[in-house]
């Protein structure tokens, strides 16, 4: 673990604040030393009422946690119309988006009241990263499970704007198509092929790693209109697009509301909590090949390979931060459509 530094008096009041809070994700994953590590080597900011904590369109320099007070997300469409997404209170993550995904955040994070967060910088994490791992790794489940949980509230709230709008329904052929196509796994001769396209074109994992995935995975071939995770699925998976695209889409009323894109060498991934189904749709747009892990390879991998979990891990928190980006931008679409109506 990473070396603590000197300590005062504030410092000890928010490690026990957050180490006693149901409020912070942190205290699920991170021991008590571990936070205090991460306050010593971060920097504790306070604002004002209505003051910009990330501005839409700038990078995050690190990660914020609220420690007290409440703020604002907001999202200007067209540099006019601003859409309110959600109010954040403490133990909420802020910049997360920009931060894993390395782009400009897509929204703004706007004090309401006297705020206090703590920020951990890029530079401590990348420390984090390298010196320990592990801590590292809880820091991304932390992410991830708040992201997820944040997901899941996102999916109701979009779901009654779906129910309500005029999109158009799903015909009878579009729901049977997507029923009755199923992937096939590959034949090993084909196999080796695809094998040696993720090594070469998908540097994050090298050789050695890959060749370890590779015993702990499926290759699949997917026909366009398959789908491959649905709504209601409770399992979490992760596949990586080696040829083709994948839609992913939210489900209501037999409308499909489109999210994003997945291209080739990307790895996507539906994230189930406590047996809770991800609800987000993913189907192919075109005659796909996949690598698929199920929970059980999974599991195999962090029992068997904890460092390459982590690696793996940390692409599956970039996934869902994606997902997130992508569904606050149907909310506000969503939120254009029913003002405009």
Not at 210 to 228: R, S, V
């Amino acid at each position: 673990m990473i070396e603590k530094v000197n300590q005062d008096k504030s410092t000890d009041r928010y490690v026990k604040w957050i180490y006693d809070s149901d409020n912070f994700t942190l205290n699920k994953f991170l021991n008590k030393d571990e936070i205090l590590s991460l306050l010593n080597y971060s920097q504790i900011i306070s604002y004002s009422a209505s003051e910009i904590v990330i501005k839409q369109g700038k990078k995050s320099d690190g990660i914020f946690i609220i420690l007290e007070g409440t703020v604002s997300v907001t999202e200007k469409i067209l540099d006019k119309n601003k859409f309110h997404l959600g109010v954040l209170s403490p133990g909420s993550f802020l910049g997360v988006i920009s931060y894993i995904v390395n782009e400009p955040s897509h929204t703004s994070f706007i004090t309401n009241e006297n705020v206090t967060c703590l920020f951990i910088s890029k530079i401590y994490l990348k420390m984090v990263s390298l010196i320990s791992p592990i801590l590292n790794y809880k820091i991304t489940r932390a992410i991830t499970h708040q992201v997820c949980n944040h997901l899941k509230s996102l999916h109701e709230k979009v779901s009654e704007y779906i129910a309500d709008s005029d999109m158009s329904k799903l015909s009878l052929y579009g729901r049977v198509i997507h029923s009755i196509n199923k992937p096939s796994i590959l034949l090993p001769d084909k196999s080796e092929k695809y094998k040696e396209m993720l090594i070469t074109n998908f540097n994050y994992f090298d050789k050695e790693e890959w060749e370890n995935l590779f015993k702990h995975c499926q290759l699949l071939d997917a026909p366009k209109n398959c789908k491959i995770i649905s709504e209601t699925e409770k399992n979490t998976t992760c596949y990586i697009v080696i040829r083709g695209a994948i839609q992913s889409s939210i489900m209501k009323s037999n409308r499909l509301a489109k999210l994003s894109v997945i291209g080739p060498y990307t790895l996507l991934a539906n994230l189930c909590l406590e047996s809770n189904p991800f609800a987000i749709t993913f189907i192919t747009c075109e005659k796909s090949i996949l690598l698929k892990m199920n929970e059980m390879h999974l599991k195999s991998i962090e029992v068997i390979q904890p460092l390459l979990w982590y690696k793996l891990y940390h692409l599956i928190c970039k996934s869902v931060v994606a997902l997130q980006r992508s569904v606050d931008k149907l909310d506000s679409r969503l939120q254009i459509e029913n003002y405009n109506r």
